[in-house]
């Protein structure tokens, strides 16, 4: 079967394999879907594979490669399926498959992890962070800057260099970034294990909310934020251009390419901002926001794909900056809008589920136990360090940095505990020294705010409620960039990369605001809580705390349950601990400043607190086997059906 359209759409990933045929020359054995949502019903598989297969004619070719590219189709293209054997592989796939997955669930295996899409509504609403925004005053400083000899001097030099000295590992890997949807390509951020878990969940759709928020093409999180407007303000040319027109500084920058269907310098747009440096930003800064823990690695992984723009020889260090910039003012509007918030609460529970499922152990545990992109340090010391990229100063230095709105709420996941004013205090207080170009733009100073540091920030609250960092004694805003990095943890602590040399000042370390049980009014208790079958988890669930990220407090002895996330339908699970006694209680859900916002009267079991983990575990395999050996049986009554029916054929 031949589906041109789609190899029409992809003759250049098609082409770049190992066979090098035209697209014309190759056919599909089996399509799939990349989500069952946008491409119909008449699928193969839910994967986001097709696999194409070699012509006969050239026996030095792999007889099979699977390409992996999403999405395959545009939003609700419909596909028909017509070929017999196309059609009849997925129906014995799908009988096997059920059954298989059914039985590995009962012993923990990642394939029986199930999600569901956002719906149409949710996806098709036009947001209020989705209104026009004009990035380029963020940025505005450009303006003079491009007028600065030694700084034009400086920008050109680097690219030059960088592109020049790139070792071939760079080069590839800044290939790959230029051409793959980078919040795949950046999976290596999470670290050698979860990493591989997310990049096969998104490649096999098991990750729809995540792919729907972060994909390259249509991505709600940056869809409405193109760096085209700010790249036609500022016009300024690239630098393959420039060297073309005999600028010194840029003679000899090496082209980069794929050896096949590529086109890196073909792009007349301006260089100024990189938009495939905005591009990662904003996929990554919102994995930062899923995955908090891994902050420091996932955003020294997108400096990296900034940094592989000037590898290409495609843009210069200024472009790079100002495309972090961009990049984190968009999930700063995204994260700050209620609506949007909740769409990405609901992807960090899909993908934090996930990867616990694929692990096997909490995530905690798997992060400690995997091997990391770079540890703490050395991803805040890299992230720092392409803040300036060894520009000289063009103002003062140790002036007071103005952290721009609503730069706080990209600190929403990493400091719930903290109210807006003070996560703009820590922002302040982990932002890199003044001065730099670009510091100061008329929205005030995205350059200077060192996201990785002030996400993995241990921060002391005083009694007044101002905030300093844990072993710091600077003065907000006046650290030297290149000097000491605050955060040095390991992965998998509670705040990694959070530790900060230094001589410690005295304060204590912030502590959850717990309020008394007299805050749990009568009208406050609107909330309903249930338990799960075996009474070890309570869900509470209020349609007012959709989206929002509480603690949750048990009572009438408070005990911290932790911070959680509401999805859409303000519903949140979280377990309860073993010494809770059994009998009535209320579940609270608190905000940063001890505020109760909603609470749930509970019945806690007596089997949740002296029922055997063992008769537990076995009550729970019983339905789910038998509920396998059925899908296997029925899978097999379907191949049967199907052999009979192809028999009976002339």
């Not at 947001?127 to 491009?146: G, K, N, V």
């Amino acid at each position: 079967m031949v589906v041109e359209r789609i190899l029409e759409r992809h003759a250049g990933e098609v082409a770049a394999g190992p066979w090098k045929q035209p697209s014309s020359e190759v056919s599909t054995e089996t399509m799939s879907l990349r989500m069952a949502r946008r491409l119909g019903p008449r699928s193969c598989t839910r994967n986001g594979l097709f696999t194409i297969r070699q012509p006969s004619g050239n026996a030095m070719a792999p007889p099979v490669r699977t390409v992996r590219r999403a999405p395959l189709l545009t939003p609700h293209e419909r596909v028909t399926v017509t070929s017999a054997r196309a059609s009849a592989r997925p129906i014995r796939l799908l009988a096997i498959g059920a059954g298989a997955g059914v039985l590995l669930s009962t012993f923990g295996a990642s394939g029986a992890f199930a999600a569901e899409p956002f719906t149409e509504e949710q996806i098709e609403t036009q947001y209020p962070s989705d209104a026009e925004y004009r990035y380029e005053l963020i940025m505005d400083q450009f303006t003079q800057l491009r007028e600065d000899p030694s700084i034009v001097a400086h920008n050109d030099r680097l690219t030059l260099e960088t592109n020049r000295d790139a070792t071939p590992e760079q080069v590839q890997r800044a290939i790959t970034d230029q051409y793959d949807d980078m919040s795949i390509s950046m999976h290596d951020g999470l670290g050698q294990n979860l990493g591989s878990y997310y990049e096969a969940g998104r490649l096999a759709g098991d990750l729809p909310k995540v792919d729907e928020l972060l994909r390259k093409e249509g991505g709600i999180i940056g869809r409405s934020s193109s760096s085209n407007p700010a790249k036609k303000y500022f016009n300024y040319t690239r630098p393959y251009l420039r060297m073309a027109e005999g600028v010194e500084e840029l003679q000899g920058l090496e082209y980069r390419d794929r050896e096949v269907g590529g086109d890196a310098w073909g792009s007349r747009s301006g260089a100024f901002p990189s938009g495939h440096t905005s591009q990662a930003l904003w996929q990554a800064t919102s994995l930062a926001m899923m995955l908090p823990e891994l902050a420091p690695q996932i955003l020294a992984r997108a400096s990296e794909a900034g940094h592989n723009r000037m590898v290409m020889g495609v843009h210069y260090p200024l472009d790079v900056i100002s495309g972090r910039m961009m990049g984190n003012t968009i999930v700063a509007r995204r994260m700050a809008d209620e609506p949007v918030r909740a769409l990405i609460a609901e992807a960090t529970t899909e993908l934090r589920d996930y990867l616990e499922t694929a692990c096997g152990a909490p995530l905690g545990e798997c992060i400690a136990a995997d091997q990391p992109y770079l540890d703490g340090a050395a991803s805040l010391e890299i992230y720092e360090e392409r803040m300036t990229y060894g520009f000289e100063r063009v103002g003062d230095a140790g002036q007071p940095v103005t952290v721009p709105e609503p730069a706080e709420a990209l600190l929403l996941t990493s400091h719930p505990e903290l109210d807006a004013e003070q996560r703009r205090q820590v922002l302040a207080l982990t932002a890199i020294d003044s001065g730099y170009p670009l510091d100061e733009g008329a929205e005030g100073s995205w350059q200077r705010l060192n996201l990785p540091a002030a996400m993995s920030a241990e921060v002391v609250v005083a009694e007044d409620g101002t905030v300093s960092l844990a072993g710091d004694g600077e003065e907000p805003g006046t650290e030297q960039p290149g000097g000491e990095n605050p955060g040095t943890e390991q992965p998998g602590g509670e705040n990694p990369g959070a530790e900060n040399p230094g001589t410690e000042q005295p304060g204590t370390p912030a502590q959850p605001a717990i309020p008394s049980e007299d805050a749990l009014t009568a009208e406050l208790g609107t909330a309903v809580a249930t338990f799960d079958a075996q009474g070890r988890e309570v869900t509470i669930r209020d349609a007012r705390l959709a989206g929002q990220q509480l603690r949750l407090v048990l009572f009438s002895e408070p005990v911290d349950l932790g911070v959680v996330t509401f999805d859409a339908t303000g519903s949140a699970t979280v377990a309860l601990p073993a010494s809770v006694p059994a009998g009535a209680h209320r579940l609270a859900a608190v905000d940063g400043s001890g505020a109760v916002l909603a609470w749930a009267s509970v019945t806690v079991p007596a089997a949740a607190t002296d029922r055997d983990e063992l008769s537990a575990t076995g009550a729970s395999i019983a339905a789910p086997a038998a509920a396998g050996v059925l899908a296997l049986l029925l899978g097999a009554a379907l191949i049967a059906m199907r052999r009979v029916r192809a028999s009976a054929r002339p």
